[in-house]
């Protein structure tokens, strides 16, 4: 294939994102911390948020299943972006890269329709450097889903056989690899650099 248009995912490949990077500035590390981020703030209970739920309905159900957490439960709102760490290392000289050289960059990403948009503007540094950025919480659909790629591709205008899509997940990789879209497994940075160079789209 010819390589003509790169989709990537956000969260751990562009940048990092744990809970725990928010609640360690607000509980204590140890027993406390591990046991509030793996039974109340889940991966889990965070993921209906990307799937189009608003937090105001999943912090009110949450907090009425852990009433003596109300205060850290409703904090995940407003500090949301504290959950994101920087970018991972070497990724934004690859995306400066890329830009550079004409190649039209787009992603896909499983987030919050409102939880993205603060996080856009305070990175837009990089995201302006995409062409289009499909939400899933905004479409209420979240990768692996195929019917996202599908979407995403003909709001992108790509053809899925010229487009290459980059996910640290596998399960999401290969959704886009059934699709006709060549999946990169997300690894680091110098590892995409050399998929992505033998692919023509960086140099060495």
């Given at each position: 294939?010819?390589?003509?248009?790169?989709?990537?995912?956000?969260?751990?490949?562009?940048?990092?994102?744990?809970?725990?990077?928010l609640?360690?500035?607000l509980?204590?590390e140890?027993e406390?911390?591990?046991?509030?981020?793996?039974?109340v703030v889940?991966?889990?209970?965070?993921?209906?948020?990307?799937a189009?739920r608003?937090?105001a309905?999943?912090?009110?159900?949450?907090?009425?299943?852990?009433?003596?957490?109300?205060?850290?439960?409703?904090?995940?709102?407003?500090?949301?972006?504290?959950?994101?760490?920087?970018?991972?290392?070497?990724?934004?000289?690859?995306?400066?890269?890329?830009?550079?050289?004409?190649?039209?960059?787009f992603?896909?990403?499983?987030?919050?329709?409102?939880?993205?948009?603060?996080?856009?503007a305070?990175?837009a540094?990089l995201?302006?450097?995409?062409?289009?950025?499909v939400?899933?919480g905004?479409?209420k659909?979240a990768k692996?889903?195929?019917?996202?790629?599908?979407l995403?591709?003909?709001?992108?205008?790509?053809?899925?056989?010229?487009?290459?899509?980059i996910d640290?997940?596998?399960?999401?990789?290969?959704?886009?690899?059934?699709?006709g879209?060549t999946?990169?497994?997300?690894?680091?940075?110098?590892?995409?650099?050399?998929?992505?160079?033998?692919?023509?789209l960086?140099g060495a």
């Amino acid at each position: 294939m010819t390589a003509r248009a790169v989709v990537f995912d956000v969260g751990h490949v562009l940048y990092d994102w744990s809970p725990r990077f928010l609640y360690e500035r607000l509980i204590p590390e140890g027993e406390a911390l591990d046991a509030f981020l793996r039974d109340v703030v889940t991966v889990e209970w965070h993921f209906q948020h990307d799937a189009g739920r608003p937090f105001a309905e999943t912090s009110a159900e949450l907090t009425a299943a852990h009433p003596q957490h109300a205060a850290l439960i409703a904090a995940w709102g407003p500090r949301f972006l504290e959950s994101i760490g920087p970018a991972l290392p070497g990724m934004t000289a690859l995306v400066e890269e890329l830009d550079a050289r004409g190649v039209p960059l787009f992603a896909i990403t499983n987030f919050s329709g409102e939880f993205f948009p603060p996080f856009r503007a305070q990175e837009a540094h990089l995201f302006d450097r995409f062409r289009d950025i499909v939400v899933s919480g905004d479409e209420k659909c979240a990768k692996p889903d195929p019917a996202i790629f599908r979407l995403a591709l003909d709001r992108f205008g790509l053809d899925a056989n010229g487009t290459v899509f980059i996910d640290d997940r596998r399960d999401n990789v290969d959704a886009a690899c059934a699709l006709g879209m060549t999946g990169l497994h997300f690894v680091d940075a110098p590892t995409l650099r050399g998929q992505l160079r033998d692919l023509g789209l960086v140099g060495a």
